[in-house]
Each structure stands twice: as structure tokens, then as C-alpha cells.
């Protein structure tokens, strides 16, 4: 993880490739809360992006 990155995004992807959603977050948060009511039960990937590099990669899996 890049301390000095200035633009910072989370992304969300759904498991075919495309892209869902897209939030900046500002450098200095260390929370963030991102609205997820749109998107259905399944499963997700999510990507943390800083200055066009992927920096972190997970799962996100909504059950309601």
C-alpha cells in the first residue's frame, strides 16, 4: 500500500468482468461508507485502486 497515493478508488465487479461501481475515496479516511442496496444477492469483486494500480483485491458476497 502507497502512503503518498492521491487518488484513490474502490471499485466493485461483478464475476463476468464488468465493472459496477466506482467511488473516490479521499487519501485520509480510514473509513468509508459505500451504498450497496442496488446490487443483488451473488457475488462481487471488490478492488481498492491508487494512482491506476491495484492495491488490494477481495470478495464481497450480499445476502439480504
Not at 478508488?9 to 465493472?19: A, C, L, N, P, Q
Not at 443483488?40 to 483485491?57: E, M
Amino acid at each position: 500500500h502507497s502512503t503518498s497515493a492521491s487518488n484513490i478508488r474502490f471499485e466493485i465487479w461483478d464475476v463476468s468482468g464488468r465493472m459496477l461501481k466506482s467511488e473516490s475515496l479521499n487519501q485520509n479516511q480510514s473509513q468509508a461508507q459505500i451504498d450497496l442496496t442496488e446490487f443483488a444477492n451473488g457475488t462481487y469483486v471488490y478492488k481498492f485502486v491508487a494512482d491506476d494500480r491495484v492495491s488490494k483485491t477481495g470478495i464481497l458476497i450480499i445476502s439480504k
